[in-house]
């Protein structure tokens, strides 16, 4: 069983960065795919970006390419999601969640097993 936590989310301006965080804990971390996912109120849960346990495979959402950096330390259990240019639409809660499949990461909710509880993301403009 994966226990995950993220953290890193906050209150930032148009433009600015943030750097998210998720440690897990429970699990041999670098035999998972690892993921970044985000839900705004009243919207459903939409994948953001994802790695594959080796972390040399990554894929982003259309919405956050180029301005948004997945990478991995499997010695730290930790993944990560750099977020560069934000913008208010990019306002959400932000999870992390862990697969065990070792193919290519999946982009759809239903296929990773272990979720964290959320890290809150404001852009204000």
């Known amino acids: 069983q994966v226990q995950l936590v993220e953290s890193g989310g906050g209150l930032v301006q148009a433009g600015g960065s943030l750097r998210l965080s998720c440690a897990a804990s429970?699990?041999?971390?670098?035999?998972?795919?690892m993921a970044w996912f985000r839900q705004a109120p009243g919207k459903e849960r939409e994948f953001v970006s994802a790695?594959?346990?080796?972390?040399?495979?990554?894929t982003y959402a259309d919405s956050v390419k180029g301005r948004f950096t997945i990478s991995r330390d499997n010695a730290k259990n930790s993944v990560y999601l750099l977020m560069n240019s934000l913008k208010p639409e990019d306002t959400a809660v932000y999870y992390c969640?862990?697969?065990?499949?070792?193919?290519?990461?999946?982009?759809?909710?239903?296929?990773?097993?272990?979720w964290g509880q959320g890290t809150q993301v404001t852009v204000s403009s």
């Open positions: 790695i594959n346990w080796t972390g040399r495979s990554t």
């Open positions: 429970g699990g041999t971390f670098s035999n998972y795919a």
């Open positions: 969640a862990a697969s065990s499949y070792r193919g290519t990461p999946y982009v759809t909710s239903i296929n990773y097993a272990y």
